[in-house]
């Protein structure tokens, strides 16, 4: 199916199905009943992904998205960028956010453990309501 390729390259499903002439009810409604196409759809999704990093390396040059015009290369990165973390967002989503959350936590945990080995410190050596440094 020519749109499943065009999806492939980094088009949107509607953009794809319009060049191909494919309605898009057509479109999902093949993805619906028939399996091979709804994985051949998902594979072209990733294909899609690794295209989009492509045209953001190329920024300049891309068939689709080129540009020569520096502000015009920033929205379209920034744009690329975006759809990327969407699609993929395991890939390609924001990971600071996860990784400062664990941080947290785990900071959390850390002093959680430092105040009760203190309290075990003074329970063992009798100085219950001193803290050690």
Not at 7 to 15: D, F, L, M
Not at 100 to 117: D, F, M, P
Request: charged share 30%.
């Amino acid at each position: 199916m020519e749109a499943i390729s065009l999806i492939a390259r980094g088009y949107s499903v509607t953009r794809a199905c319009k060049t191909a002439q494919v309605s898009l009810s057509v479109f999902y409604s093949a993805r619906r009943r028939f399996d091979e196409v709804d994985a051949a759809y998902h594979d072209a999704q990733t294909r899609a992904c690794d295209a989009l990093v492509d045209a953001l390396l190329d920024i300049r040059d891309h068939e689709l998205y080129g540009s020569e015009d520096p502000r015009e290369q920033r929205v379209l990165s920034d744009n690329i960028k975006w759809i990327l973390a969407k699609k993929d967002r395991a890939r390609f989503g924001p990971q600071t956010s996860t990784l400062q959350i664990k941080s947290e936590s785990s900071r959390n945990i850390i002093e959680a453990l430092q105040r009760a080995e203190q309290r075990v410190r003074a329970e063992i050596t009798g100085e219950e309501g001193q803290s050690s440094p």
